[in-house]
C-alpha cells in the first residue's frame, strides 16, 4: 500500500450500555490517481446526516450511523436489522494537504479525494536541446 496512508486504526469499539450500536469496520479501497489517492468507502444506510469525517494530527477518521427504527405498534419477534455504527480510521503522511480533501456520499458509498502537496506532486522536466 502507499504509503500515503499508512496505517489503518480500524475500528473502536464501544464500551457503554447506552451505544446500542454495533460498530462495524466498512470495507475501503485506496487508489491512486496524479497527484491524489482516493479512498472509496462501502457505508450502507449511512447518509451525508449522519456522516462524519474529520482529521485531526493526520489521523483521517470516518463515522457513520444507521439507525433503524422499530414502527410503532409492532413487538419483534426475530430481528437481525438493527443500528449500527460505522468507523475507520488512517494515519495519514505528511504528502495529503489535508486542507483540500474533498467528500461525497452516494447510495452509501463515500469518496474521498486526498490531494497531494504542491511539493510531493509529480512534476514533468522539460529536457532542452543542447
Known amino acids: 500500500m502507499n504509503d500515503v496512508a499508512q496505517r489503518d486504526e480500524g475500528a473502536s469499539v464501544p464500551t457503554s450500555r447506552e451505544q446500542r450500536a454495533e460498530a462495524l469496520l466498512p470495507p475501503v479501497d485506496i487508489f491512486e490517481q496524479g497527484n491524489a489517492l482516493h479512498v472509496i468507502a462501502d457505508m450502507p444506510g449511512v447518509t451525508h446526516e ?9 489521523v483521517l477518521s470516518l463515522e457513520g450511523e444507521v439507525r433503524i ?5 409492532l413487538a419483534a419477534i426475530y430481528a437481525e436489522v438493527r443500528a449500527q455504527r460505522f468507523v475507520r480510521r488512517f494515519t495519514l503522511s505528511h504528502e495529503i494537504d489535508t486542507d483540500a480533501i474533498q467528500a461525497r456520499i452516494e447510495n452509501g ?22
Open 50 to 58: 449522519s456522516l462524519s469525517i474529520e482529521v485531526d494530527n493526520n
Open 69 to 73: 427504527e422499530m414502527p410503532e405498534g
Open 109 to 130: 458509498v463515500v469518496h474521498l479525494v486526498l490531494p497531494k502537496k504542491e511539493t510531493h506532486r509529480t512534476r514533468r522536466i522539460e529536457v532542452q536541446p543542447a
